[in-house]
RNA sequence: GCGGGCGUGAUGGAAUGGUAGACAUACCAGACUUAAAAUCUGUUGGGGUGUAGCCCCGUGUGGGUUCGAGUCCCACCGCCCGCACCA
């Protein structure tokens, strides 16, 4: 007896596709095209199972589509610039280009045996000059093109190590090699200029329609619109030259509740007074300190100095505020200033409880409320609220109506003007590291910035480097920098910094269309092409990838290298969840070796009484809910549902998934347990309940076709017509990514099909339809029912099959009575009777009657099809 | 801190505002077997009761809209993700 061995299938299969060429893209005029995208990998070294999920959502988008007759493009590459193949590099003495290039060699061994449809001939990696050297060229044509200037910004400095350090190398405000207080240093950067397209990259969101509505409002809350203010306070005592502060508000309905003036750190004036202060000095050195990201500075404790600086109100000059310096005040957002109203600002109000400064309601929620505030008042700006100090307007008015008479009256009496600014910070892409695109400029000392000719391209990376020391290879690599000036000729330096990795990712989905042009792209296979019809990838991207690549396909047009219509670059974007798995922890006393642990550098000792102790997935047994070590049978604790990490030792290989099961069997348990936008945890029992019923589905194709050719049975036309609805609702179920409800629809059908006793000929049909709607999941299994049912050619190619309405229609449905909304019995009626028919029915159902006691009801809902609600 | 999301049996989850728990796991019971595995069949939200029946409660908590709410609105609690140099 034969049985389902997915190794020998599998294999077969993928030898039959890659034979066939089918899912080789090649333009043509005659098909409608289907481009759809999963986010390219970073080249880790080894797949994991949310590479499997992502890939495997898009295989059955790119296999259904080329079923429903789309002429498919599928493609992959690798994002192969980045931090992890220089750290790399320095823990393992191995050059970043080698250990790169050797993981995708791995990586495509290991995605290979998944079966996915893709196009390997339009393989690309970012890393490698044929697609950097593109990169660079539209490079230059953006700096003509007025899109990149240069600017000062603030990094991450190691003052141990003397590098700039990635924020993901700062752990607790210290370098995480050396140990050392992470500062803040400017340097000259080069940026894109993204905030010019604040706007439009904000109004076009209304037209992604298939786009999920909550990336579109995190983009638009990213881009941050707001309509305030922009004033100058007059100063009073305040060095040469800054006679005013320039502050920015969005509540300039509040300006009566001013208390304070607060100016960020790297204001012009911080920057002066800390010059001949030297507290000052010692007190914007302290702000400086710790990381720069967003989250460290809003959530480190508030500091603020007095400068001793005073401004006049602009109401009221007799009023003087204090001016402090303050920790919180980006100098990138607005003014760099601020005028501080703690009654309405939370963050205020502490800074203000902190400093003694007064608290000043300006509005309150109605007349004879207290304006003794304890925190904060902060209604919703669509609230009406009473102005008992309003200076514009109504007395009661909302917010938004406060705002703008207040900046109409400004504008009148001449203190300042309404401003629309977004929090949107233009793009900075320098980087001081070496395995990335190299920024083509140079440095001329007569000349200054050239961008290099675009005939010298690429400017390609050297490759004899080393990383012993920490900091840019590049800065040290005096051959490598030496270079004629391409506007003189005279001997310069090249730019060292590197690019983004983010810029890589900006425009691939492009390169995509034309792989191995000489030139970016080419216009007719970007026109036919573009744009992505199905984005596929983590919602982790929400924002800056995709806000990039939306800024990037905008540059990529005005520079001539895309359409217009791709401007938008992703016509319907999903975000898929993560793969989760359970960790298994044990605590162990800690016994006296090792009572002092010493994380990197840091001089952090721990005193531990228990330690955990994280075991792999295959040292356990579970017994029940409870897990068990196999080797002395010790209960461990089991923490269900976390991200997997190799520190947790909650890893699960899908190399090893494919040898115990095989590929389609991996395939199938990513999308059946959960929905594709939420996580899904990985358990060994649903993989085992997965391969079980593929073996279900190949030994019913197998008994059916053992089956003698005519033979007859009962309940064809039972099975047809479930056959039809199991057509319907799994080809609704894959258009709108409800996998796992179409996988549960599979499994209820293979189990019609199991008991069915119909005639050879109908489940001869039932069994090659039932594959044909598996076949973008499990496309290994399909073809070989396919086969073993003498289907002609590829499943893979065969038409989608089409559910026929008529023929799933029931005779007669079952309608739920409600009596005031609860369940109370059911009806079985035709599926077309009237509703009236219906209501008679359903009130003389002996529930209802019981109920009614004699009385009438006040009113019957008949919803056809669905339920009678009876309302008494 | 700010922005976004999620919360349903023992577990993962299903449910165009219309019978809550599809489908799967786990557990339990049964068939087959010397036995185990595999395979197949069946039961399983909680409580009450006059137990082939009927009733009450039940989708994080508290309110609201509706003939009808897991679904819509408000507040709260908990968890997860992002925060511009990880990709």
């Known amino acids: ?220 809350n990213w881009i941050g619109k707001s309509r305030g203010l922009q004033f100058a306070f007059s100063t009073v005592n305040a060095p040469d030259g800054h006679d005013r502060i320039e502050v920015y508000t969005t509540r300039p309905d509040t300006l009566l509740g001013a208390s304070f003036v607060g100016i960020s750190p790297d204001h012009p004036i911080a920057k002066l007074l800390e010059r001949d202060n030297a507290e000052i000095a010692a007190f914007t050195a302290e702000c400086r300190k710790g990381g720069t990201t967003e989250e460290a500075i809003e959530t480190a404790e508030k500091l603020g100095f007095d400068t001793g600086i005073r401004v006049r109100h602009p109401f009221d000059t007799s009023q003087e505020l204090p001016v402090y310096i303050a920790n919180f005040i980006l100098m990138d957002y607005g003014t760099g200033a601020i005028f501080g109203c703690p009654a309405h600002d939370q963050r205020d109000f502490e800074f203000a409880t902190k400093y003694g400064l007064p608290i000043i309601a300006t509005y309150l929620p109605s007349e004879d409320a207290s304006d003794e505030l304890t925190e904060a008042y902060v209604p919703p700006k669509t609230e009406k609220v009473f102005y008992n100090r309003g200076f514009a307007g109504e007395q009661w008015q909302t917010g938004l109506e406060g705002i703008d008479t207040a900046i109409e009256f400004c504008e009148a009496q001449g203190v300042g003007q309404g401003v629309t600014k977004f929090r949107l910070r233009d793009w900075g892409l320098s980087r001081q590291r070496y395995w990335g695109c190299p920024i083509p400029v140079v440095h001329c000392d007569d000349c200054g910035v050239v961008p290099e000719k675009k005939e010298n391209l690429p400017v390609k990376l050297p490759e004899d480097v080393t990383f012993d020391i920490p900091g840019n290879p590049l800065d040290r690599h005096t051959e490598w920098r030496t270079t004629p000036c391409p506007s003189c000729g005279k001997s310069a330096l090249r730019e060292t910094d590197t690019m983004d990795t983010f810029v890589d990712s ?75 798995h359970a960790i298994y922890k044990s605590t162990k006393p800690v016994t006296m070796g090792d009572t002092e642990l010493t994380f990197g550098n840091t001089d952090v000792t721990f005193e531990m009484t228990n330690r955990p102790i994280f075991h792999y997935p295959e040292e356990v047994i579970l017994k029940g809910d409870k897990a068990f070590l196999k080797e002395g049978g010790e209960e461990v604790e089991i923490i269900p549902s976390a991200k997997m990490s190799k520190s947790k030792n909650n890893v699960v290989d899908p190399l090893n998934i494919i040898s115990d099961f095989g590929a389609d069997t991996a395939r199938w348990f990513v999308l059946s347990d959960s929905p594709p936008e939420r996580d899904v945890e990985w358990t060994a029992s649903g993989a085992e309940a997965g391969y079980k019923h593929l073996g279900r589905v190949w030994n019913i194709s197998d008994r059916i076709a053992a089956m003698d050719e005519n ?128 209501e008679k029915l359903a009130l003389a159902h002996e529930a209802v009657i019981r109920i009614l006691d004699g009385g009438t009801p006040k009113k019957v809902i008949v919803v056809p099809g669905r339920i009678v609600n009876v309302v008494v």
Not at 532 to 554: K, M, N, P, S, T
């Open 1 to 220: 007896m034969t049985r389902y061995t997915p190794s020998e299938i599998e294999a077969r299969w993928q030898t039959a596709w890659e034979q066939s060429q089918i899912f080789k893209a090649v333009r043509s005029a005659s098909k409608p095209k289907y481009y759809v995208l999963e986010m390219f990998p970073y080249p880790s070294g080894r797949i994991h199972m949310g590479h499997v999920r992502n890939y495997t959502m898009g295989d059955v988008i790119a296999r259904y589509k080329l079923a429903k007759g789309f002429n498919v493009l599928h493609p992959m590459g690798w994002d192969s610039f980045g931090l992890a193949a220089e750290n790399a590099a320095m823990q393992k003495g191995i050059h970043p280009g080698e250990w790169t290039y050797q993981n995708i060699e791995d990586m495509k061994a290991q995605m290979k045996p998944l079966g996915f449809s893709l196009d390997w001939s339009r393989e690309i990696a970012t890393c490698h000059p044929d697609y950097y050297q593109h990169q660079q060229a539209m490079f230059i044509d953006m700096i003509e093109a007025g899109l990149i200037y240069r600017k000062n910004a603030i990094v991450n400095w190691d003052p141990v190590d003397m590098t700039v350090l990635a924020n993901e190398q700062v752990e607790q405000g210290r370098g995480w090699r050396s140990g050392a207080l992470v500062e803040r240093r400017e340097l000259t950067q080069w940026f894109f200029k993204i905030s010019d397209y604040s706007d439009e990259l904000l109004s076009a969101l209304d037209t992604l329609e298939n786009w999920p509505a909550k990336v579109r409002l995190m983009q638009e």
């Open 506 to 580: 900006s425009w691939y989905y492009a390169r995509f269309t034309a792989p191995h042009a000489d030139t970016p792209t080419v216009m007719e296979d970007a026109e036919y092409w573009m744009n992505v019809d199905q984005y596929i990838g983590g919602v982790e991207h929400a924002i800056l990838h995709l806000l990039y690549a939306r800024f990037f396909a905008r540059a990529m047009h005005i520079t001539g290298h895309l359409p217009e219509s791709a401007i938008e670059p992703f016509d319907a974007l999903f975000t898929q969840g993560m793969v989760t």
């Open 711 to 838: 033979a007859a049975g009962t309940g064809d036309d039972d099975l047809l017509r479930q056959m039809h609805k199991a057509i319907h609702d799994v080809t609704m179920a894959i258009e709108s990514f409800g996998f796992n409800a179409a996988i549960a629809k599979l499994y209820a059908f293979t189990a019609i099909l199991q008991k069915s006793k119909a005639s050879k000929a109908a489940q001869r049909k039932a069994v090659m339809t039932l594959a044909q709607l598996m076949s973008p999941m499990t496309p290994h299994l399909a073809e070989d029912i396919w086969a073993m049912q003498g289907g002609e050619g590829l499943i893979a190619t065969a038409p989608w099959p089409v559910a026929d309405e008529a023929m799933m229609k029931d005779d007669t449905v079952t309608l739920p009575i409600q009596v005031n909304g609860k369940r109370r019995g059911e009806i079985d009626v035709p599926a077309d009777m009237p509703k009236d028919e219906v």
